[in-house]
């Protein structure tokens, strides 16, 4: 069963390294973040088996455009923490 859960999560972190390296073109590591944490919430609420890929990529493309706002907005912030520091 261990091994099942450590193939399982090294699944997920593949997707999500995925569809980071894909994302740093067109700002995506934090839409790819936020579908890893929801699959990851969903885990101890799910009572029957789902599958990762087909829930992971429809939640990547709803939360594309707010994730990429509030990106943006903590890159900025970043941006001006270090040009004041």
Known sequence: MLAL???IVGYLNLLW???TCIG???FGLFSA???MFTI???WPKQEHE???FPTFFPYL???YSLLLALGSVIGHLEELKFEKG
């Open 61 to 63: 493309q709803e939360v």
């Open 50 to 52: 789902f599958h990762i």
């Open 5 to 7: 859960w450590m193939l």
């Open 40 to 42: 990851v919430k969903m």
């Open 24 to 26: 740093v073109f067109v």
């Open 33 to 35: 973040t936020g579908a």
């Open 17 to 19: 390294i995925l569809f």
